[in-house]
Every structure is written in structure tokens, then in C-alpha cells.
């Protein structure tokens, strides 16, 4: 990424506590609202210092904040044909952590950034049909 070494390293610390308060908290309207924090600061940054991975980054977090929190509205709501388990949080968890050393170190992060969507696909209605099916959606 193109950007100075300090809103890098801004991005990865505020990732570094999403991810930490994602893993202690145990409500998962709160684990959302936690998650949601991530793309704010990279939506920060990019328009401080614009860079197009940072974008995509930014895309992606906030694609997948979006499907999580319709996830979890509609279970909110009486849907729960799809669940979220604690195993879901477990895993952005990690692929954050991924995220946050490969931002500090500046390295590319398409591999995670594809991770942190096919684990979000898996609470969409396509993405858990397919997993249900056993095909792996989502790899660690």
C-alpha cells in the first residue's frame, strides 16, 4: 500500500481492538457493532491518504459488516434457517488478526480480504447452501 508507515500503522491498531473486543464480548449485535469500527478507519484514512488497495480493503470490510448485520437482523427477527455460531466470530477474528500483521507490515492482503468474504458467504443463503452441501466455502 501506498500510505505512510503511521495511518498504517493507525488501520492495524484499531483492527488489533475490534479483534479483541469481537473475541470478549458475547453478544453478537455487539460483535458487529465492534467489527463496524474496522472499515470506519479505513474509510478515514483512504480519504486522508487515498490508496486503491486500501479501498478494496475498505470494500470489503464494509461489504462484509453489511451482510453480517442483515445476518444477524434477520435472526433478530424469528429468521434462524441460518445461524451464526460462535465458531463465525472465531474465525473473522483470526483473518482480522491476518489482516492487521499484514497491514503493519505492509504485505499484500488479497489472500485474507478473500478469506474474510467466503467466511461471510457463509451465512448468506447461497453460501451456507453450500456448505451445507459440504463444499468448503470457507478454508482456514
Given at each position: 500500500?501506498?500510505?505512510?508507515?503511521?495511518?498504517?500503522?493507525?488501520?492495524?491498531?484499531?483492527?488489533?481492538?475490534?479483534?479483541?473486543?469481537?473475541?470478549?464480548?458475547?453478544?453478537?449485535?455487539?460483535?458487529?457493532?465492534?467489527?463496524?469500527?474496522?472499515?470506519?478507519?479505513?474509510?478515514?484514512?483512504?480519504?486522508?491518504?487515498?490508496?486503491?488497495?486500501?479501498?478494496?480493503?475498505?470494500?470489503?470490510?464494509?461489504?462484509?459488516?453489511?451482510?453480517?448485520?442483515?445476518?444477524?437482523?434477520?435472526?433478530?427477527?424469528?429468521?434462524?434457517?441460518?445461524?451464526?455460531?460462535?465458531?463465525?466470530?472465531?474465525?473473522?477474528?483470526?483473518?482480522?488478526?491476518?489482516?492487521e500483521n499484514r497491514?503493519?507490515?505492509?504485505?499484500?492482503?488479497?489472500?485474507?480480504?478473500?478469506?474474510?468474504?467466503?467466511?461471510?458467504?457463509?451465512?448468506?443463503?447461497?453460501g451456507y447452501?453450500?456448505?451445507?452441501?459440504?463444499?468448503?466455502?470457507?478454508?482456514?
Open positions: 500500500m501506498k500510505i505512510s508507515t503511521n495511518y498504517r500503522e493507525i488501520i492495524a491498531d484499531e483492527i488489533k481492538f475490534c479483534r479483541k473486543k469481537i473475541n470478549d464480548e458475547e453478544d453478537i449485535k455487539k460483535k458487529v457493532y465492534y467489527y463496524s469500527a474496522a472499515y470506519g478507519m479505513t474509510r478515514r484514512i483512504f480519504n486522508l491518504e487515498f490508496d486503491p488497495q486500501l479501498q478494496f480493503i475498505d470494500f470489503i470490510l464494509n461489504s462484509s459488516y453489511k451482510l453480517i448485520l442483515a445476518r444477524i437482523s434477520a435472526i433478530m427477527s424469528g429468521d434462524t434457517s441460518i445461524p451464526i455460531t460462535n465458531d463465525f466470530f472465531y474465525n473473522l477474528a483470526n483473518c482480522l488478526e491476518v489482516l497491514i503493519r507490515n505492509d504485505e499484500d492482503t488479497y489472500d485474507v480480504l478473500e478469506k474474510i468474504i467466503n467466511l461471510t458467504s457463509t451465512i448468506d443463503g447461497n447452501y453450500l456448505k451445507e452441501k459440504g463444499v468448503p466455502v470457507y478454508v482456514e
